[in-house]
């Protein structure tokens, strides 16, 4: 059959697991109509020697402010990424009061390495409120999928002001802060992220008000996503969580949590490690829709100046496998 579009002589992953092969890939409509040895079409792109593939979905990025300036989310669209989510670690950038900017662009150059002043020069404040923060993205337009979750620690802020980075909130903080959470999902964000690490320093070298805040709080947020009936929670921390509160959501809350081991100073002791990873996650919300964020639930993470010689690792070749 001939299409409006024939991507021609790649070779074609599709992601589904099965063996790459060489194919031609027909598109009509924005959709993918045919995939066979020969396809022609009105418009024919030469793919010989390239993959042909799905497009990528990131999962977690911290384009928030970027999308604002930069429509086409480089580097991420040059490199097959078709869709992104911003917002993790509980960082986002709406919702803000006017007062508050200065400090959340402070934690994120501390945190994410972000500089103040690009910040400061590329990110108009036409917004204050998550929703209104996402009708400024459509506005502006942009050239791949964007979709983010609304952060934990600019919640805290817009609730507490500067007293978000240094004291526990009282209960009608906390309810105020779930009722801007569920609103949020409700106006368009695809749920809530917060990070309980322990190793992020924001604005004047303080914790983050995300490490800040009590297991109670999270789960006050958490259980507000379930509340709005739509959405996922980004939860990263260092081992399991009670999730006594969210067991009346269940089947309505589901948790992307980010399994991260501490630096270790030999690929060896990565690798033993990933037994006690798997062992927490599978603990982790017992009862509750739980999905690693990473691949095989672990962030392999490693000092620059050690060997990756994993290959010769027979329990690292036969983690990969599976």
């Known amino acids: 059959m001939s299409a409006e579009l024939a991507i021609r002589g790649g070779t074609v992953v599709d992601g589904t697991g099965s063996r790459p092969v060489r194919a031609d890939v027909g598109v009509s409509d924005g959709r993918i109509v045919e ?64 007062e508050n900017r200065d400090s959340l662009f402070r934690t994120l150059d501390k945190v994410e390495d972000m500089r103040f002043d690009t910040l400061a020069a590329g990110v108009q404040w036409d917004f204050e409120t998550y929703p209104e923060y996402l009708d400024t993205v459509q506005r502006r337009g942009i050239a791949i999928n964007f979709g983010g979750y609304v952060g934990h620690t600019p919640v805290r802020v817009y609730v507490m002001g500067d007293e978000a980075y240094e004291r526990v909130a009282t209960d009608e903080e906390v309810g105020r802060m779930a009722a801007i959470v569920r609103d949020s999902v409700l106006g368009g964000a695809l749920g809530f992220s917060t990070d309980r690490a ?125």
């Open 35 to 98: 995939i066979a040895a020969r396809v022609t079409g009105t418009r024919e792109i030469d793919a010989a020697g390239r993959l042909v593939t799905p497009g990528f979905i990131d999962i977690h990025t911290h384009y928030d402010p970027q999308v604002l300036w930069d429509s086409s989310l480089s580097p991420s669209c040059w490199h097959g990424v078709t869709s992104v989510v911003a917002g993790n670690c509980g960082y986002s950038i709406a919702p803000t009061r006017a």
């Open 198 to 322: 322990g190793f992020h320093i924001g604005d004047g070298g303080r914790p983050v008000p995300s490490i800040v805040a009590t297991e109670e709080e999270t789960q006050a947020l958490m259980c507000a996503v379930g509340e709005a009936g739509r959405g996922i929670v980004r939860h990263g921390r260092r081992g399991p969580v009670p999730g006594r509160r969210l067991a009346a959501h269940r089947g309505r809350v589901r948790i992307l949590t980010g399994g991260v081991m501490s630096p270790s100073p030999a690929a060896s002791s990565v690798l033993a490690g990933l037994d006690s990873v798997r062992a927490w996650q599978e603990d982790f919300y017992r009862g509750l829709h739980q999905h690693p964020e990473l691949s095989h639930d672990v962030l392999l993470a490693l000092h620059m100046d050690q060997e990756l010689a994993f290959e010769h690792d027979h329990r690292f070749v036969a983690w990969m496998s599976v």
